[in-house]
């Protein structure tokens, strides 16, 4: 019954947030906050993550694959397919619920413990419109930050097959360009809009309805981290089946 409970409430908050709409100069203000602390603040994981792990895609497909008979170009090949297909929009969206996720947890969970979201409440304003509505926005952009991890973790996996010595330049890019299907971009895209939006309102629906103080504030956290992960990785699931069987 509890999780029937917290599932309606789930979905009786998204119904909330596009409810009364906040004053448009004071939303604007909200948004570019949101894509500061949400998109901006978060370039520098992504762009650290991407490039080493993109590497190490590389590198352990040339370890593999360590027979005259294969050709050089399916380690550029193999690291195109895990970067777009799955590291990128997946596991880099699990590694966003726990940096982006917390921070939005954390934030609204401390105005419920300080009766901020009361007094917004007592104003006649609708909180959730307010705190909630601009890290949808913000994280409309997500898909901008996705796409700059695959950039990056192809990159890096061509600086860690070429100047490693497993493949040529020639032979890693002809494996990039080896059976592409423009299909496998719009596949990965469509699945991290459903996740931006997986990360905007799970954390904010935590940290909205928790109840307590500072240290239900960490709880509330940790519940947003695993929430988004595993919806994330059921969203994976059934988008895959969906576009791609």
Not at 18 to 37: A, C, P, Q, R, Y
Not at 62 to 86: C, D, H, W, Y
Not at 91 to 120: C, H, N, P, Y
Request: proline residues 2%.
């Amino acid at each position: 019954m509890r999780y029937i409970r917290d599932i309606g409430s789930y979905f009786l908050m998204i119904k909330r947030i596009f409810g009364s709409f906040t004053k448009g100069s004071v939303l604007k203000e909200l948004i570019f906050k949101e894509i500061e602390d949400l998109i901006i603040g978060s370039l520098g994981i992504v762009v650290f993550i991407s490039f080493f792990v993109g590497g190490v895609i590389a590198i352990q497909t040339a370890l593999n694959v360590n027979n005259p008979i294969i050709p050089k170009s399916l380690i550029g090949f193999a690291t195109r397919q895990s970067i777009v297909l799955e590291f990128a929009p997946t596991f880099m969206s699990i590694i966003m619920a726990g940096k982006v996720g917390s921070l939005i947890t954390s934030s609204i969970g401390s105005m419920r413990v300080t009766e901020q979201i009361d007094a917004l409440e007592v104003m006649g304003i609708n909180s959730l419109n307010y705190l909630v509505f601009p890290k949808i926005v913000a994280l409309s952009l997500y898909p901008l930050v996705i796409g700059i991890s695959m950039f990056l973790g192809i990159l890096g996996g061509w600086v860690a097959g070429v100047y490693g010595g497993f493949s040529s330049s020639t032979d890693f890019i002809a494996g990039l360009q080896d059976d592409f299907q423009v299909f496998h971009l719009v596949y990965a895209f469509i699945k991290t809009c459903v996740f931006a939006f997986i990360l905007a309102t799970v954390p904010s629906w935590q940290g909205y309805f928790m109840k307590g103080g500072a240290l239900e504030v960490g709880k509330a956290s940790t519940n947003s981290f695993v929430w988004t992960s595993v919806l994330i990785i059921l969203a994976n699931y059934i988008i895959t089946q969906l576009l791609l069987s």
